[in-house]
């Protein structure tokens, strides 16, 4: 199999797609391990540097697992919640100044009763737990405390969430309470650093516990959100054959997007797939792509193409949006053709990218 040559559309984009291929997979995974009461590692790729997070769910909180906690992060512990459960709970914020990448702390609490001084293991995992109970109130708690709860922030389906905002996705969609336990993990070689990206790896290795990181997340949020609807479908005749033409709506943001499938496609058939930006309108991108489509160089095989319009976002976000965007409506896209099985099977060899043959 062989790429077409030329300028490539999106290529960083291209090869980050190509890496996160499994990130509904590894989502899914640490689902099943928050729901069964175990750890995850949580990596965030953020400006000023990779951070990762030890995190369990609020409402399984043991001795143990927060012992774990303590013994392999910097021991600030700390518990995310909706903002709904901190005004139920009376945790106002630490400071009132809003600031947007940065924690939104709350005041530190204890439980108010069944706790020694609050700082042990035992103590903080009876703190965490009743946070995360849903029948709680204000007063079962003092402050100040040993346990740092951080409010997260509504996010929409684009927003780039804080940790906070992720563990809170993430414990939501696992149909768990969203309070979530967390601390940075620090490094393997060296405990007076954080963890670097290679440690946080080997860390979740060597406890055999899943490893995601926030984009996995967000594209998972997106998939169960985003809602893509055919609008159009249009068999083409060319030169290397009869291709079936899809045209699809995504919802939120009313996004065109165009499929081209090998017409009569067997379900079992080894697909390869191109993924490209669409840039001009489904109309006239069609012509301009059955153009191309002639002019390819030796026979297609069975084929799916992939055009995408793109979101705008802000120049420092793009490819971070674009990204998002594009494993979502790909995932959708592969749902609605059957494809899902096959294209997984094929992996990532059978994965390519063609230029951006649509109108600039």
Not at 83 to 93: A, Q, S
Not at 253 to 279: N, Y
Request: net charge negative; charged share 25%.
């Amino acid at each position: 199999m062989s790429t077409s040559s030329g300028q490539y559309a999106n290529e960083g984009l291209f090869g980050e797609f190509m890496r996160s291929m499994c990130s509904l997979d590894r989502v899914r995974r640490a689902h099943a391990a928050l729901a069964a009461g175990e750890s995850i590692v949580l990596v965030d790729d953020n400006p000023a540097g990779t951070e990762g997070h030890l995190v369990h769910a609020a409402q399984f909180a043991t001795a143990g697992s927060m012992a774990k906690t303590i013994q392999h992060t910097s021991g600030f512990v700390c518990v995310a919640l909706d903002g709904e459960t901190c005004d139920r709970l009376d945790l106002p914020r630490m400071w009132n100044e809003k600031r947007s990448h940065t924690p939104d702390y709350t005041v530190t609490v204890d439980a108010a009763a069944g706790t020694g001084t609050g700082i042990s293991a035992a103590d903080r995992a009876h703190t965490a737990a009743l946070l995360a109970h849903p029948e709680s109130r204000g007063i079962d708690f003092t402050r100040p405390g040993h346990l740092v709860p951080i409010r997260a922030r509504d996010t929409g389906e684009l927003d780039s969430p804080g940790v906070a905002e992720a563990v809170v996705d993430l414990l939501r969609s696992a149909g768990l309470r969203p309070a979530g336990v967390l601390g940075t993990l620090i490094g393997l070689g060296d405990p007076t650093r954080t963890a670097s990206r290679s440690e946080l790896a080997e860390f979740a290795r060597i406890h055999r516990i899943p490893l995601v990181d926030i984009t996995d997340i967000r594209v998972s949020r997106m998939h169960i959100d985003y809602r893509l609807e055919r609008t159009a479908h249009r068999r083409i005749h060319t030169e290397k054959g009869d291709f079936d033409t899809i045209g699809y709506t995504g919802r939120p943001g009313d996004h065109e997007h165009l499929a081209i499938v090998t017409a009569d496609l067997a379900p079992a058939a080894a697909v390869d797939i191109h993924v490209a930006s669409l840039r001009s309108h489904t109309a006239t991108a069609l012509f301009d792509i059955h153009d191309n489509l002639s002019n390819l160089d030796g026979a297609v095989g069975d084929t799916l193409f992939v055009y995408l319009e793109q979101p705008a976002a802000a120049p420092d976000r793009q490819n971070e949006v674009d990204a998002v965007i594009t494993r979502t409506v790909v995932a959708h896209i592969l749902d609605d053709l059957d494809l899902t099985s096959t294209a997984g099977a094929a992996g990532h060899d059978a994965m390519t990218e063609v230029r951006d043959w649509t109108s600039a």
